[in-house]
C-alpha cells in the first residue's frame, strides 16, 4: 500500500464518532513494518477498493475501517507457528479498529464477517491474528433483545436467592430410556438439584425422543416439588437442525415456569440461538461444544471471553463454559473473564448466568465460589451427583451440604463428619 | 482407565456394523501411551458413564465409540504447541474412530457435537487434536436432501457447459449505492460474466437495501441477457440473522431461473444454510467466511476438507473456498482435497460445484484449470473484473479472452496480442 491509500485507514489521535463504530482489537503476528500491516487488515476487513475504475470518489472515510490504536508487543525471528507467512523478523502487535457499523448492522452474522471473516483471517503479511474483543456501541446494542431472563428471571423462576444455583447433568449421559432418566433426574432434584439437565450429547434421539422424555421428566419435576416444596426445573437441550428448533422450544414451553432450554450454540449457530432467544418462553442456556476450535490457541483465532459476550448479546440467559480444573484446559483468568463477560454492566442487556462446568462435585464449590467472588453462577455437576455411591439424591445432597458449610464457615471436612453423603462425596472424588 | 474399561471401547481388527457407525479420523497428540489416549477420546465422546450406581448394565456395546484404527506417527519431546498438557513425551497419532449414529441422529448440529464438541476437545492427555474426516454411511446420508440443484442444475439454469463458470465480485464492495451497483454488474454480465456477484460484505445494509439492490441489478440482469443473448444471473448474499433468511431468500427467488443466493454459512450456521437449501428455489451459494479460524492450524481443530464435505451434505449447490495463491494461505493440495470434496460420488447427494477464490484474473484462470484437472469449476474474480483500467465489460471480457486462448491450445500472451482486454488485463495484474 502507498503512504497516500494507507493514510485512508489510520485514524490514530484523532477523534471519530463513537456512535458510528465498531470497535475490534486483534492480536496480530506479521512481516510487514505494524502499523502497514494494521492498515493493510483495515482495507481487507472493509473497503479493499474504494473507488470505481475512473470515478473520483473515496469510500474511506464513511466505509474504511482505521487503526485508532497500535501497540507493538515485540518481535522475534521466529514465528508463533510455521504457517503461510515468511520473513526475517515477526512483529506481534495489539490492533485496534474502529469498523464502521454501517457495513453490516445490528445482526451477528455480519457482525462476524466483519470481524473474523475473509478480510481478517486472509490478509497479506499477517502470520496469525486472534480476534480478542468486540465493543459496541449503545445504538448498536440496543437493537438486541439481549437475554429475555437473565440472572434475575431465572432465580425468579426458581425463587432462589443468595446461593449458587445446583444444575445436575444427568448421567449415564447416553443411552437411558426416558423412564430410567426420568428417575434419576427425580432422585437428583429430591437431593436439592435446582435442575435436572440434559447431557449435550442427549437431544432428539431415537432411543430417547425429547417428547417422551420430557413427558416422563415433567411427572417427576411436579412430584419433586411437590416433596420438597422446592422449584424444580427441567433443562432440556433443544439442539437440533434449525428448523426444528421452534417446535422443540414450544414443546418444552408447554411447562413454562419449569422448564428451560439448552442449545449447543455453535453447533447450531449464534444467529438460531438468537432466534430462539427473542419469543423464548423459557430460559435459554447455551453449552460450549465446537467453541474451542477456534478459541484455544494462544495467538490465532477469537477469545473464548468476547465469544461470552456475543452469546450474551445473542439472547443466552445462561451460558455453559469451560471451568476451572486441569480437565477443562482454560487459564483461571480465562474462566473468570468469561465469567464477568456474563456479569458486567451492558446497556440495556441484561446479565446472564456464568456456569463454569466440568468435572465438579461437592468438593469443588467452595473454590468456584471464592474465585468468582459472587453466588451469581450455576454449577453443573455429573458424576459428581449420579455418579455418587450412595445415588443420586445423595450426590445432589453432598452439594447442599457443601454450600450449608460454606455459608455456615466451616470447612467441608469438618461437616463432613456429622452429614454422610459430604463425607461419601469426598471418598468417591476428593 | 483401567483395562476393562478401556476395552470397551476398543474395537480394532473385529467388524464392525458399517450400517450402524459414522467414522471419525482425528490427528492427536498426547502423553499419554496411545491406544489408551484413542479409548480415552471414545469415552469421553459417547458415554463416559456407561452404567448407573448400582445397576448391571453397559451401555459401551450400543452407544459406546470405539477406537478401529490407530498409526502412531511419531513422538516427541516438545509438544506441537504449549498448551494445557504437560508429559515427557508426545505421541502424535491418527485414530480412527466408529461412533453409533443413534448418538445423535441424522443432524447436523449433533453430528458436529458428537465430533468436534465437548468430548473431544477436553479430553485427558490430549494436547492438540484434529478432526480430519467424517465418513458417513449411505443409511445415514440418504437422510440428507443434500444439493437440490448441484453443478448439473446450476448449468441447466445458466445453459452453459464444457467450461468454468466466471462469477464477478461487484467491487467497490462496500459502500456502492444500489444504481451504481447494478450499472457495474451490468457491465460485467455485458463482458461475459455468467454471474454479477454480491461481495460476502455487502447484504441487506441501510446504505444498500436488498430489495432496492435486487430491483436495480434484475432489471440490468435481463437487459444484458436481451443484448448478449445469454442466460445471466445474480448471486444475491443473503446472510443476516436466521430469522430472516427465508424472506431473503423468497425476495431473491421472485426472479427464479436468474438469481443464485449466497450465505456465509459458518457465520449463520451450518444448519441454517439446510433450513434454506431444503426449501431452495434458486441455487444457494457458500461463502468460507469465519472458517479458517479453526481449519488453518495445521495440528488443531477441524480440516477444511470435511467442512467442505459437510458444506455439500447441508444442501450448498456450489462452495466458494479459499483458493490458490499465496493471499489464499491454503496448500495447493488442500484446494484440490476441497475440490475434489464436492465432485466425488456421494451416494444420493448432488455433486456441488467448487469456487476456488482469492485474487483471481484472467492470468489465474489457466493455472486453476490446470490444477483442478476439470472445467467443473468457477472462477470468482473481483478486482480482476472490476479494477480493470477498461472498466468492468472489459474485466469480464479478459476473462472470457483467456479461456478462448486455453480452448484454443494458443498462450494468452499471444492470443493478448490481438485482444486488447486480456492485454490489459496483463499490463494491470500480470
Redesign the interface.
Known amino acids: 500500500m502507498n503512504p497516500e491509500e494507507e493514510s485512508g485507514f489510520l485514524a490514530m489521535g484523532e477523534e471519530i464518532d463513537g456512535k458510528k463504530y465498531a470497535l475490534f482489537t486483534y492480536l496480530i503476528e506479521t512481516t510487514l513494518e505494524p502499523k502497514s500491516a494494521a492498515a493493510t487488515l483495515c482495507r481487507e ?10 470515478v473520483k470518489e473515496d ?1 474511506r472515510p ?2 474504511g475501517a482505521k487503526v485508532i490504536g497500535l501497540d507493538v508487543l515485540g518481535e522475534s525471528e521466529k514465528p508463533n ?1 510455521e ?3 515468511k520473513g526475517k523478523k515477526y512483529y506481534r502487535a495489539k490492533v485496534k479498529i474502529a469498523h464502521p457499523t ?4 445490528p ?4 457482525l ?3 470481524a ?4 481478517a ?2 490478509c ?1 503479511g499477517i502470520n496469525t491474528i486472534k480476534l480478542i474483543d468486540v465493543q459496541l456501541p449503545a445504538e448498536f446494542t440496543k437493537k438486541f433483545e439481549g437475554p429475555k431472563f437473565g440472572i434475575a428471571g431465572i432465580r425468579k423462576e426458581l425463587g432462589v436467592n443468595g446461593r449458587p444455583l445446583f444444575v445436575g447433568v444427568v ?6 430410556k426416558p423412564k ?1 432418566f426420568a428417575q ?1 433426574a427425580y432422585e437428583g432434584l429430591l437431593g436439592g438439584l435446582d435442575f435436572a439437565k440434559d447431557d ?2 442427549i ?5 430417547s425422543p425429547t417428547k417422551e422424555r420430557l413427558e416422563a421428566v415433567m411427572e417427576k419435576v411436579y412430584k419433586a416439588e411437590d416433596k420438597t416444596g422446592e422449584k424444580k426445573m427441567y433443562l432440556v437441550n433443544i ?5 426444528r428448533l421452534e417446535e422443540l422450544h414450544d414443546m418444552v414451553a408447554e411447562h413454562k415456569g419449569h422448564t428451560a432450554v439448552m442449545l ?1 450454540v455453535f ?6 440461538a ?2 430462539i432467544a ?1 419469543k423464548a418462553k423459557v430460559p435459554l442456556f447455551s ?4 467453541i ?3 478459541t ?2 494462544p495467538f ?3 477469545s473464548s471471553e468476547l465469544i461470552t459476550k456475543i452469546q450474551r448479546l445473542a439472547g443466552c440467559d445462561a451460558i455453559i463454559m ?1 471451568g476451572f480444573g ?4 482454560t487459564t483461571e483468568s480465562e474462566v473468570k473473564a468469561n465469567a464477568k463477560a456474563c456479569l458486567y454492566e451492558m446497556p440495556g442487556i441484561k446479565k446472564c448466568l456464568p456456569i463454569p462446568g ?1 468435572s465438579d462435585w461437592a468438593g469443588t464449590l467452595r473454590g468456584m465460589h471464592e474465585k468468582l467472588g459472587t453466588t451469581d453462577f450455576a454449577m453443573v455437576p ?2 459428581g451427583v ?7 439424591e445423595a450426590g445432589a445432597r453432598s452439594l447442599r451440604q457443601a454450600w450449608e458449610a460454606i455459608e455456615k464457615g466451616v470447612s467441608e471436612k469438618e461437616y463432613a463428619k456429622t452429614h454422610l453423603e459430604l463425607r461419601k462425596a469426598y471418598e468417591a472424588f476428593g
Do not use: C
Request: no cysteine.
Open positions: 476487513q472493509s473497503t479493499a477498493l474504494w473507488n470505481r475504475v475512473g469510500f464513511e466505509h507457528i504457517l503461510f507467512v454501517i457495513n453490516f448492522g445482526k451477528l452474522p455480519n462476524i464477517t466483519a473474523a471473516g475473509e478480510g483471517f486472509f497479506h448421567k449415564p449421559n447416553v443411552g437411558l430410567d434419576l449435550e450429547m437431544s432428539d434421539v431415537e432411543y439442539t437440533d437442525e434449525v428448523y449447543n453447533t447450531v449457530g449464534l444467529s438460531a438468537r432466534m427473542r453449552h460450549f461444544d465446537f474451542s476450535t477456534f484455544r490457541i490465532y483465532g477469537v469451560p486441569e480437565r477443562m484446559m466440568g455429573g458424576r449420579f455418579g455418587h455411591p450412595m445415588g443420586a
